[in-house]
């Protein structure tokens, strides 16, 4: 089973911030905060990942809380391709990714 | 950034008649690849992870004779899905594993649609 737990959808107005939450209340000490998202019909894309500091790049920004057992991402100014299936993911060491169903992003002219 | 790729894209093929799958890395050295499947509106599930040089780690309840993982290059992972059947039919997906700042990471392909009449 999956480590997170995240909403199964959310609208965001284009031009506005996009903030995807996710629970692993479970994470333990040596594991990583992974972000993907999927568009329709194409393999998952790699956004950003963090172990306990707050993170950015060109793409999102990840901010994860101080006790690490949620984390949020945030698509600073959302557009219509943003529009996907955005997936947390919990790995340690092995690097193995067990999915958990994501949430369904929808961008909105 | 680092690309995986997927060969072919989509295949149709009868039942009963086996699959290959390539996938590749294009820019960079992969010891380790993984393979997933996902069913319409379903999540990727991990199926097997393929490290080169050795046998393939399968996920519990993936037959290995059926999903024969071959990871013969630092480039190059094969999943040739045998005897297919209708059942069969999802869209596969590779990953390959890379450094990436403070740790690791996987780069996805594009995916592989098989449809098995």
């Known amino acids: 089973d999956a480590k997170t737990t995240q909403p199964t959808s959310m609208d965001c107005a284009e031009g506005r911030a996009a903030n995807l939450p996710c629970n692993h209340s479970?994470?333990?000490?040596?594991?990583?905060v992974y972000w993907y998202r999927q568009i329709h019909s194409q393999g998952p894309q790699y956004i950003i990942h963090g172990l306990k500091n707050n993170e950015t790049n060109e793409m999102a920004s990840l901010i994860i809380t101080e006790d690490r057992k949620s984390s949020t991402l945030i698509l600073p100014h959302a557009t219509l391709r943003d529009t996907a299936v955005y997936y947390c993911?919990?790995?340690?060491?092995?690097?193995?990714?067990?999915f958990g169903t994501g949430t369904r992003l929808k961008v909105l002219a | 950034g680092a690309v995986v790729s997927q060969h072919p894209s989509w295949v149709i093929c009868k039942s009963g008649t086996s699959v290959k799958i390539e996938c590749r890395s294009l820019d960079f050295q992969a010891t380790t690849m993984f393979w997933y499947r996902q069913f319409p509106k379903q999540s990727l599930m991990l199926m097997a992870t393929s490290n080169e040089g050795s046998k393939a780690t399968y996920e519990q309840g993936v037959e290995k004779d059926k999903f024969l993982i071959n990871h013969a290059s630092l480039t190059l992972s094969t999943l040739t899905v045998t005897s297919a059947h209708p059942e069969d039919s999802s869209f596969y997906i590779c990953?390959?594993?890379?450094?990436?700042?403070?740790?690791?990471?996987?780069?996805f392909g594009p995916g592989t649609r098989l449809l098995v009449l």
């Open positions: 990953s390959a594993r890379i450094p990436i700042g403070s740790g690791e990471t996987q780069y």
């Open positions: 993911i919990v790995t340690s060491g092995t690097y193995k990714y067990i």
């Open positions: 479970t994470i333990s000490g040596n594991e990583y």
